[in-house]
């Protein structure tokens, strides 16, 4: 099982960035899915989450800028990115709760090995 993220690198401010993360492997269901992002020297914080019914929440410095969606079909969440800002400067991590076959309902939080986002001023 292995989390793959894409859609990261360099813009300049007030440019759009589209992220995506793709889960492959023998998955039964995926739970919750999110972004984190987290910058130098600060701790990894929650950007935006969204469940399996599509209920989205934001952290606030990105409310009305990004946007996460699901494409439960392919098991991938985006988040599009506009007007980002240098503070946005940050590796973007996805995650997602996943549930395997054969052990319940039980759900595993898998992590993405992290993207690049920079944002020049």
């Known amino acids: 099982v292995q989390l793959v993220e894409s859609g990261g690198g360099l813009v300049q401010a007030g440019g759009s960035l589209r992220l995506s993360c793709t889960a492959s492997?023998?998955?039964?269901?995926?739970?919750?899915m999110g972004w984190y992002r987290q910058a130098p020297g600060k701790q990894r914080e929650l950007v935006a989450g969204?469940?399996?019914?599509?209920?989205?929440n934001y952290a606030d410095s990105v409310k009305d800028r990004f946007t996460i969606s699901r494409d439960n079909t392919e098991n991938t969440v985006y988040l599009q990115m506009n007007s980002l800002k240098p503070g946005d400067t940050a590796v973007y991590y996805c995650?997602?709760?996943?549930?395997?076959?054969?052990?319940?309902?039980?759900?595993?939080?898998?992590w993405g090995e992290g993207t690049q986002v920079t944002v020049s001023s």
């Open positions: 969204i469940t399996s019914g599509g209920t989205t």
């Open positions: 492997g023998s998955i039964r269901r995926i739970n919750g």
């Open positions: 995650n997602a709760d996943l549930v395997f076959y054969g052990v319940g309902s039980n759900e595993y939080r898998y």
